[in-house]
């Protein structure tokens, strides 16, 4: 009678507790939820056929962090399993694929192979209460399942993030837990950017210097940078290995390996001597393809590579080639002469039908991006990762190569989720990237046989690493860009899951945010450094002046605080609880305050401009502060974002209140600090505008780099002006 009632107490709180629907993210192809609940105990029992025994011991050893329960493991099929691992080919067909099954008696997972049985293991962990996942032994918690039959397999084959260590060095630590993150949520490749202009991270036996001096940057005081010894490379594959994450090396050329020249200078075309950059560039120095030093030199580099990396792929990079070296350089011209080419760009297609021959034998297929299918015609097939025009896919394919969907616009998690103030520094050469925009991501090539392999995302560090504003503090143990990183990873990375795992006809973003907000606790208990949600708006209601909005949470138990006056909301402000009415929709702000007292950014409304949206997007203000009165003084303010690819644009100066006039005696375009452009001719804009829009020529374009536009102005008696700077490309 007594284990009677303490079951039933069990299964009671467990009713409570599980109240919502099943939330699993990627979305199952199909879920039938049953009745009553798997409890887990002391005595459960993990059972495994043949060659599963390291996933009954993965499994075995989450459950006892979390609950202090060493479960047994067993072998022994005849052995009544509570949970029960196998890999059974005439229940699951599908590569990848799982069926789970949970009952009040028990829990089997099958997978057609030992992948679809990891999988199965993630969508169990996910039906228990999310402090499954902590490290630590968490009291008072009913470790129930909600009964479910699953069967499920992914769309793609190719579910991807890259991580870039190259221009900021994350340890092996921070590395492991990226991938497990990944694997939770079913990503299966890591594209490993371990080399770049700014950092050389792979020790390579024979060539020491590219770690030795490579890997390093800044002087002495603020040295930036490390490496992983060909151990830690071995221990992270091992890894990920259990975690079926493959992980795909990146040794960039012929462009982003100025950290190799300047380690060996002699790879270059003029052999000059340079420093490991400590801001963010592209390199105008390339591999010079006329010396033999250089082939030499990447077939030693990849030859250790592939030893260490298992994956059967190896990508070498070559995107962003600026060709101006190879032009002047008559080593190159020899080889272009010499090849029948025609254009020194065809070059770099010869260098990849060199370097995938290097690699055929060791059975490796070369990944570049998408310029590596671009640039001549290749003898071998490459795969394509498209990171700027989607229709590159389809033309990489029609020439018989494989494509990887990994456009910036949906899938570039260094892009800041929003424009509202307060989000950390970021990438902004284009617009912000919100969860529901890389859910957004079209991909509707379904075929098994298809050349679209899948999907990835890319987290690219060059933006917030460089100068001082989220450098470590080692004296304190910070480890802001680990956290910052994994700010702005996440939740976008759970949402690229759902884009590379289920049919795009499946998904629907409503149904996505419902299970989403049941995860973040999930990421709490994993100690992920997530972005919080701002309040999701169900609906605005304008009546005449007032404008009603009504909220709902979009974190589970979360609270959400509001103001109407402009200010920031904060702990002790008003709490949401019905629809708020005010009358300037842009005076109100609200937050989310989720578990641990986290909070987001408020939901904010920028000043409408639409009258003047033919002008272009808004780019800056200007304020009485900003004008120095009678005097010509420059005001420089930032247009990354708005200058977004070569050709012509147009700024435009707009005033929109004030007692005196904005005079312009010019503008210059610049980068970083480099003069690329400018429009030297006067004008004003006030009473009535005179010569106020100014015309540039951008040929020089480079992805991540910041743009500036440095105006000259004053105003004609006095600093009171206001007004509006905007910027349209016109060709």
């Not at 990375?493 to 759902?498: K, Q």
């Not at 030297?680 to 480079?702: L, R």
């Amino acid at each position: 009678m007594k284990k009677i009632i303490i079951s039933s107490l069990l299964v009671c709180g467990a009713l409570s507790l599980h109240a919502d629907k099943i939330n699993v993210i990627p979305k199952p192809v199909k879920l039938v939820e049953g009745e009553g609940y798997f409890v887990l105990s002391p005595t459960t029992v993990i059972t495994y056929s043949k060659d599963l025994e390291k996933y009954a011991a993965y499994l075995q050893e989450l459950i006892e962090l979390s609950t202090g329960w060493e479960l047994e493991i067993s072998a022994d099929r005849a052995k009544k399993g509570s949970i029960v691992l196998g890999v059974d080919r005439k229940i699951v067909k599908e590569k990848e694929g799982y069926q789970l099954e949970v009952t009040p008696k028990g829990v089997s997972i099958f997978g057609s192979d030992s992948a679809g049985v990891f999988y199965g293991i993630q969508t169990l962990l996910q039906l228990f209460p999310a402090e499954i996942y902590n490290k630590v032994v968490q009291k008072d918690i009913d470790w129930v399942a909600p009964s479910v039959l699953i069967e499920d397999a992914p769309t793609y084959s190719w579910r991807g993030m890259m991580l870039d260590v190259a221009r900021y060095f994350y340890d092996k630590d921070f590395v492991k837990k990226y991938i497990d993150m990944m694997a939770m949520y079913k990503l299966n490749v890591l594209q490993f950017h371990l080399i770049d202009d700014s950092g050389w991270r792979l020790e390579i036996k024979k060539y020491p210097r590219l770690t030795e001096v490579g890997a390093w940057s800044g002087k002495e005081g603020n040295i930036l940078g490390g490496f992983y010894t060909q151990e830690d490379i071995k221990e992270i594959v091992e890894y990920a290995a259990l975690r079926h994450v493959e992980v795909i090396p990146e040794i960039a050329f012929p462009a982003h390996m100025l950290s190799a020249i300047v380690a060996y200078p002699w790879l270059s075309c003029t052999e000059k001597k340079h420093e490991v950059p400590t801001q963010h560039f592209i390199s105008r120095d390339l591999l010079c393809l006329g010396k033999e030093s250089s082939y030499t030199f990447l077939e030693d580099v990849l030859k250790e590579t592939v030893e260490l990396f298992p994956s059967k792929f190896i990508h070498i990079g070559g995107d962003e080639a600026v060709y101006t070296e190879w032009d002047k350089c008559p080593r190159c011209q020899a080889v272009k002469k010499e090849q029948g080419l025609k254009k020194t760009s065809e070059l770099q297609g010869y260098l990849t039908n060199v370097v995938s021959d290097m690699m055929k034998k060791y059975d490796r297929t070369v990944v570049g991006w998408q310029e590596v299918a671009q640039r001549g015609k290749l003898k071998n097939k490459v795969v394509s990762v498209i990171w700027t025009n989607l229709e590159y896919a389809k033309d990489a394919m029609d020439k018989g190569h494989f494509a990887v969907l990994s456009p910036a616009s949906y899938t570039y998690f260094d892009f800041p989720e929003s424009r509202t103030p307060g989000e950390p520094k970021a990438a902004t050469w284009m617009p912000p990237i919100s969860v529901e925009k890389c859910y957004s991501l079209q991909a509707s090539d379904y075929d098994q046989n298809s050349q679209l392999l899948g999907v990835q995302g890319c987290f690219w560090s060059d933006v917030f690493i460089h100068g001082t504003t989220l450098q470590e503090v080692d004296v304190l143990h910070e480890n802001r860009s680990e956290n910052y990183a994994e700010y702005l990873t996440f939740p976008r990375l759970l949402a690229l899951s759902e884009v590379g795992w289920s049919v795009e006809a499946d998904r629907n973003y409503e149904d996505f945010s419902n299970r989403l907000k049941y995860h973040f606790s999930k990421l709490d208990h994993k100690e992920c450094h997530y972005r919080v949600p701002e309040p999701e708006i169900k609906r605005i209601k304008v009546e005449g002046d007032q404008v009603e909005f009504t909220l709902a949470e979009s974190v589970a138990e979360s609270e959400i605080r509001y103001t109407t006056d402009g200010s920031y909301p904060h702990n002790n402000s008003a709490l949401y609880t019905d629809p708020v009415k005010i009358g300037d929709k842009v005076n109100f702000r609200a937050i989310t305050i989720a578990d641990h007292n986290l909070k987001s950014l408020p939901i904010y409304f920028k000043e409408e401009y639409s009258d003047y949206k033919k002008f272009g997007s808004l780019t800056a203000k200007w304020k009485p502060n900003l004008i120095q009165g009678k005097n010509y003084a420059p005001w420089k303010f930032e247009c990354t974002g708005k200058i977004a690819g070569n050709g012509t644009y147009e700024i435009t100066f707009i005033y929109t209140g004030g007692t005196h006039k904005l005079e312009i005696d010019g503008i210059q375009l610049l980068k970083r600090n480099e003069l690329v452009a400018e429009d030297k001719h006067k004008g004003a804009t006030g009473g009535q505008h005179v010569d106020n829009k100014y015309t540039i020529e951008v040929d020089s374009f480079e992805a991540g780099t910041p743009f500036f536009i440095e105006a000259n102005v004053r105003g004609d008696i006095g600093n009171d002006s206001n007004g509006i700077v905007l910027i349209k490309k016109i060709k």
